[in-house]
């Protein structure tokens, strides 16, 4: 039985259609087993998210410019809590809205355009059950997973059709500052709508104790695609973040390390992971500066993070993707605050090659900008950009500007 059934099966039970060896145990007769279902129903919560979105794109290239204009709809309907066990489901809707829609949604159309990586559909966005006790949590089916910060497990919350996954996760504290999580994964459910999804056996490993000084994680992931290929990723790594006071200066850092393995017919290396950031604020301003390496295997293969919110990470405008096989060195820095009732924020990217070349070398740079604002509990406007410019030509990369501009509502 797949883990689409198993799941489907066990929210089914929660609703009184299945048998359920867990909640007879709680109840001592049909009569109570049913009041507790019903119970847990009607103190069920739903909610609904929209969001509405402009984004355009200009890139120095033969692709005409691109414009979207789309509204994503999520509903989701949580129920109560029985004996411990819960469940969620939870329905996606995207669809271009005013005819403005000339854009590559990355599955075959306007692919003169450039791409706008939001494509119409309706999908099944979660489905799941979940137990959770004091010191365990465990979810089957269809489930948002993220891991740390998102560079290696996250939702790509930021495109209307966000990442899920199918499988099962399990969060366990033995003790009061230690966490351990483990995740299977059978399906990535991507950003590019169901056409675009993969079968994989990927398994997440991770463990987070706090100290005085701030929280260690050690963390592996092993990666494959299910496609009856020899195509493992392996990730290990290290991970530090804290915070601590220079008389009354608060400072954050972040220090990370990671190794990936590939050893497959199709390639064989090995790459190294560093992030080293440091943050504080003064007068209300906040700063940040950091540097982060996906690094490259003699130039031949480049660091790889297939699960993660790529777009949170090297520039908005997305133009690292995908790792170049020389590898990437970011260093980045930003300042921000609030202004009028509303958030702003800059960012400064530079981006080299980490196996410099005699023709690639100097990756680019990028400037990004955000102002966002909430009205009352309900609403969010802001307005984000994103502009590239390009290094060697010869990376194969071109000037690119990108402007957002949204609305969104929660109910």
């Given at each position: 039985?797949?883990?689409?059934?198993?799941?489907?099966?066990?929210?089914?039970?929660?609703?009184?259609?299945?048998?359920?060896?867990?909640?007879?145990?709680?109840?001592?007769?049909n009569?109570?087993?049913?009041?507790?279902?019903?119970?847990?129903?009607?103190?069920?919560?739903?909610?609904i998210?929209?969001?509405?979105?402009?984004?355009?794109?200009?890139?120095?290239?033969?692709?005409?410019?691109?414009?979207?204009?789309?509204?994503?709809?999520?509903?989701?309907?949580a129920?109560?809590?029985?004996?411990?066990?819960?469940s969620?489901?939870?329905?996606?809707?995207?669809?271009?809205?005013?005819?403005i829609?000339?854009?590559?949604?990355?599955?075959?159309?306007?692919?003169?355009?450039?791409?706008?990586?939001?494509?119409?559909?309706?999908?099944?966005d979660?489905?799941?059950?979940?137990?959770?006790?004091?010191?365990?949590?465990?979810?089957?089916?269809?489930?948002?997973?993220?891991?740390?910060?998102h560079?290696?497990?996250?939702?790509v919350?930021?495109?209307?059709?966000?990442?899920?996954?199918?499988?099962?996760?399990?969060a366990?504290?033995?003790?009061?500052?230690?966490?351990?999580?483990?995740?299977?994964?059978?399906?990535?459910?991507?950003?590019?709508?169901?056409?675009?999804?993969?079968?994989?056996?990927?398994?997440?490993?991770?463990?987070?104790?706090?100290?005085?000084?701030?929280?260690?994680?050690?963390?592996?992931?092993?990666l494959?695609v299910?496609?009856?290929?020899?195509?493992?990723?392996?990730t290990?790594?290290?991970?530090?973040?804290?915070?601590?006071?220079?008389?009354?200066?608060?400072?954050?850092?972040?220090?990370?390390?990671?190794?990936?393995?590939?050893?497959?017919?199709?390639?064989?290396?090995?790459?190294?992971?560093?992030?080293?950031?440091?943050?504080?604020?003064?007068?209300?301003?906040?700063?940040?500066?950091?540097?982060?390496?996906?690094?490259?295997?003699?130039?031949?293969?480049?660091?790889?993070?297939?699960l993660?919110?790529?777009?949170?990470?090297?520039?908005?405008?997305?133009?690292?993707?995908n790792?170049?096989k020389?590898?990437l060195?970011?260093?980045?820095?930003s300042?921000?605050?609030?202004?009028?009732?509303?958030?702003?924020a800059?960012?400064?990217?530079?981006?080299?090659?980490?196996?410099?070349?005699?023709?690639?070398?100097?990756?680019?740079?990028?400037?990004?900008?955000?102002?966002?604002?909430?009205?009352?509990?309900?609403?969010?406007?802001?307005?984000?950009?994103?502009?590239?410019s390009?290094?060697?030509t010869?990376?194969?990369?071109?000037?690119?500007?990108?402007?957002?501009?949204?609305?969104?509502?929660?109910?």
């Amino acid at each position: 039985m797949t883990l689409n059934k198993i799941a489907l099966c066990l929210s089914i039970a929660l609703a009184g259609s299945c048998s359920s060896t867990a909640f007879a145990k709680e109840a001592t007769s049909n009569s109570a087993k049913s009041s507790s279902i019903a119970e847990a129903i009607s103190n069920g919560k739903s909610a609904i998210n929209i969001n509405l979105r402009y984004e355009t794109v200009d890139q120095d290239n033969a692709l005409k410019d691109a414009d979207a204009l789309t509204l994503r709809t999520r509903l989701t309907y949580a129920t109560g809590n029985v004996a411990g066990f819960s469940s969620l489901i939870e329905f996606e809707d995207s669809r271009t809205v005013l005819g403005i829609d000339d854009y590559n949604n990355t599955l075959g159309k306007n692919t003169d355009y450039s791409v706008i990586a939001d494509p119409e559909t309706t999908e099944l966005d979660q489905f799941l059950l979940q137990y959770k006790q004091k010191s365990l949590a465990v979810k089957v089916g269809r489930q948002l997973i993220t891991m740390d910060n998102h560079r290696f497990v996250g939702h790509v919350g930021w495109r209307q059709d966000r990442q899920t996954f199918d499988g099962v996760t399990l969060a366990y504290q033995p003790i009061k500052d230690l966490t351990l999580d483990y995740g299977y994964i059978t399906k990535r459910n991507r950003i590019f709508a169901e056409a675009k999804d993969i079968d994989s056996n990927d398994h997440l490993l991770n463990a987070a104790y706090q100290t005085t000084l701030g929280k260690i994680t050690a963390y592996g992931y092993l990666l494959e695609v299910d496609n009856d290929t020899d195509n493992g990723l392996d990730t290990f790594g290290l991970r530090f973040n804290g915070g601590t006071s220079i008389g009354e200066q608060k400072i954050s850092y972040q220090l990370e390390y990671a190794q990936q393995d590939a050893d497959n017919a199709v390639m064989s290396y090995s790459a190294d992971y560093l992030l080293a950031e440091l943050s504080s604020s003064f007068s209300g301003i906040g700063m940040k500066v950091g540097y982060e390496l996906l690094g490259s295997d003699d130039g031949n293969y480049g660091f790889s993070t297939p699960l993660a919110t790529l777009h949170k990470f090297n520039g908005w405008s997305d133009q690292f993707l995908n790792t170049p096989k020389e590898g990437l060195t970011d260093l980045y820095a930003s300042v921000g605050g609030k202004v009028a009732g509303g958030k702003w924020a800059v960012i400064y990217h530079k981006f080299d090659a980490d196996e410099a070349s005699a023709t690639v070398d100097d990756l680019g740079s990028e400037i990004n900008a955000v102002y966002s604002k909430s009205f009352t509990k309900n609403y969010t406007a802001g307005i984000k950009l994103a502009a590239y410019s390009a290094g060697d030509t010869t990376a194969g990369k071109v000037d690119t500007d990108k402007i957002w501009v949204w609305l969104n509502a929660k109910f």
